[in-house]
């Protein structure tokens, strides 16, 4: 057996911003639309479209299942 041990990185750090950024905004009615521009100018990208990406990270995007499971 390997002894792996995995240690977050850099990109892990901006993976969980950006996911904690889009939550942050949906728990506060932001809109999104607007906001992804700037959260890809913030993190250095080069268009909102790659920050689409963390879209479906986020707890809101799949809430209606998450509803269902706990209920179940």
């Not at 268009?47 to 479906?56: A, F, K, N």
Request: no cysteine; glycine share 4%; hydrophobic share 40%.
């Amino acid at each position: 057996m390997d002894n792996f041990s995995y240690e977050p990185g850099f990109n892990d750090l901006r993976h969980t911003f950006a996911v904690e950024r889009i939550v942050d905004w949906y728990q506060k009615r932001v809109d999104i639309e607007l906001m992804l521009p700037r959260l890809a100018h913030y993190m250095g990208l080069f268009t909102h479209t790659i920050t689409e990406r963390y879209l479906p990270l986020a707890p809101e995007h799949f809430r209606k299942q998450l509803d269902r499971l706990s209920k179940g």
